[in-house]
């Protein structure tokens, strides 16, 4: 996950810290977006119990062709 907006980094980084949240694998996390310009753009940041994936969900990343490492060159990790 690469995250450059400060407005959810920071609080990503309060819920690790925090010892009642901690590892964000053990929960999930819904990140809301209200605003369409630089100006006007706020994000919210809400930890979740963890819920199961949906089968349908689960599917869909399955037959998705994701290389990560790309991230590490610059290069698009969903190029064929």
């Not at 450059?4 to 949240?21: R, S």
């Not at 809301?32 to 979740?48: C, F, H, L, W």
Request: proline residues 8%; without cysteine; aromatic residues 8%.
């Amino acid at each position: 996950m690469e995250i450059t907006q400060k407005t959810i980094m920071m609080p990503m980084q309060a819920l690790i810290k925090n010892t009642k949240w901690g590892n964000p694998k053990n929960y999930d996390i819904t990140i809301t977006r209200k605003g369409t310009g630089m100006q006007d753009t706020e994000y919210a940041v809400m930890p979740n119990p963890h819920a199961p994936i949906a089968d349908d969900i689960a599917e869909a990343f399955l037959k998705q062709k994701i290389n990560l490492n790309a991230l590490y060159t610059g290069a698009d990790p969903f190029a064929n």
